[in-house]
């Protein structure tokens, strides 16, 4: 096309994002905005915290909480495999089980204070 970045610039594949219930559709109005994933990440890290944490300051509540959400939406898109479509499940992103953020996250927390 006649671009000088073109000569630079290298197609880096990435899968297709699907939901549990199925592949997203912007014609049958099933998609998730962006905004609209990071709001609902922090509402779920929120009550994830609230549960599993005794932190009584508020500041220090959404400090961890925007820790942990972001934490879980960059985990949840680098372990996933480009070549392959990835399954967006908010269950297994917050998990406390492994290969989750918040597991990672709390593992790490556990482990520096045995030292």
Not at 1 to 27: C, N, W
Not at 56 to 63: G, R
Request: glycine share 4%; proline share 3%.
């Amino acid at each position: 096309m006649g671009y000088p970045i073109a000569d630079q610039s290298k197609h880096v594949y990435f899968g297709m994002i699907r939901l549990p219930e199925g592949k997203m559709s912007t014609r049958k109005g099933r998609v998730i905005l962006l905004e609209e994933v990071a709001n609902e990440a922090f509402d779920r890290t929120r009550q994830l915290v609230e549960a599993r944490t005794h932190v009584s300051s508020a500041e220090e509540i959404e400090n961890l909480v925007r820790q942990v959400a972001v934490g879980a939406l960059k985990w949840n898109d680098l372990k996933a495999d480009p070549r392959r479509s990835i399954i967006f499940d908010w269950d297994a992103m917050l998990s406390m089980d492994v290969n989750s953020a918040p597991y990672v996250k709390y593992t790490y927390a556990r482990v520096s204070f045995i030292a």
